[in-house]
């Protein structure tokens, strides 16, 4: 399992651009949403921001203080 924490504030985009590339992603095209989705995939989660409806359960996410706030 990915080691990553669950941070209690919403992650910036300068955060989420310097995340990504950490991990190789090439975000420059990317709007936030498949920024975020691209990072969970090389993580090792499956790509859900956004789309919870307001319940997680992945407890660890590092988005999941924002995600659940989206309403798709």
Do not use: W
Not at 5 to 20: D, F, G
Not at 37 to 61: F, K, L, M, P
């Amino acid at each position: 399992m990915p080691a990553t924490t669950v941070t209690r504030k919403n992650i910036s985009m300068p955060e989420i651009k310097i995340k990504a590339k950490s991990l190789g992603i090439d975000s420059a095209k990317m709007n936030k949403t498949e920024i975020i989705h691209a990072i969970q995939t090389a993580e090792g989660y499956t790509a859900c921001y956004g789309r919870s409806n307001g319940q997680c359960t992945n407890n660890d996410c590092c988005f999941m203080m924002d995600c659940l706030k989206i309403r798709i």
